[in-house]
């Protein structure tokens, strides 16, 4: 078997993606929106940085809750869908492009990377973001992050529970997302997707992707964090609920910045 290699994902990543992003994703980020601003509430926090915001569901969601958001995000398609929500209903939110490996943006309450986002970087890379995040974090600054569990993954046939078969309707056109899913015992994630798309009665077109992903255990997670001052303050389910290591798909980590380390 041809062994699976995983890179960080390049700044286009999500450019296809990108006109069909929120009317596949939109409905489901609203339970881990939820979780945060409960999350965030119950440590007080008020200025948030967004590293990975998308299309800007997270920013959106808390800029509402009456938080002090800003949005950076690596892909440039995405954030021009986002400021053209922000424009429509009328709100000043700063949405600017950038690397969470090396943003620097200014010293916020808590810093997000949700939805899988730490997962387009090598584990290398990954370290390095979380000592950027570092840089861009208050002395007790959050960080909140999400990541498949690779123990539930690893586990008998889950695996095939994330094969998905989505169809959306949305300005005249037919979009279907079709993608199935291996994992190895490195924690490499590797999806295969097939994309229909149809206006009216016109030619569907049909295209197909490929990514990697690194997914971690909550182990995993808690020793690189810990290596770079942070104190794992709780890991739970996207909804909040009690993780389980063998039965949660994804993991949704509460980090506090305790000492920045500069190695």
């Known amino acids: 078997m041809t062994k699976v290699i995983h890179v960080s994902a390049e700044a286009s990543h999500y450019d296809k993606e990108s006109a ?18 409960k999350i965030l509430n119950a440590h007080q926090a008020k200025t948030i940085l967004d590293l990975s915001c998308g299309t800007g569901s997270q920013v959106f969601w808390l800029d ?16 021009d869908i986002a400021r053209k929500k922000a424009s429509e209903i009328g709100l000043n939110i700063r949405f600017e ?4 490996r090396t943003s620097q943006v200014g010293k916020f309450d808590a810093v997000l990377t949700i939805f899988n986002a730490i997962g387009h970087l090598t584990k290398n890379d990954f ?20 990541i498949f569990n690779l123990d539930y993954l690893l586990k008998g046939d889950n695996i095939t529970k994330l094969t998905i078969d989505w169809q959306k309707k949305f300005d005249g056109i037919t979009a279907r997302e079709i993608q199935y899913s291996t994992i190895d015992n490195e924690g490499i994630l590797a999806s295969h997707d097939i994309y229909h798309e149809q206006r009216d009665n016109e030619d569907p077109i049909i295209s197909t992707a490929y990514q990697t992903l690194q997914v971690y255990s909550a182990k995993q997670l808690i020793l690189i964090l810990e ?19 063998e039965s949660s798909e994804r993991i949704l980590t509460i980090a506090k910045l305790e000492k920045a380390c500069s190695n």
């Open 127 to 146: 370290e390095q973001t979380i000592k950027n995040i570092a840089q861009n974090l208050i002395e007790g600054g959050l960080y909140i992050f999400d």
């Open 227 to 245: 290596k770079y001052g942070f104190k794992v303050l709780k890991q739970c389910n996207i909804d909040g609920t009690e993780f389980i290591a």
């Open 20 to 37: 069909s992003y929120d009317a596949f994703n939109e409905d489901k980020s609203r339970l881990i929106n939820e979780t945060l601003e």
């Open 64 to 79: 509402k809750a009456g938080y002090n958001v800003t949005g950076y995000d690596i892909n440039d398609k995405m954030l």
């Open 97 to 100: 492009q950038g690397d969470m």
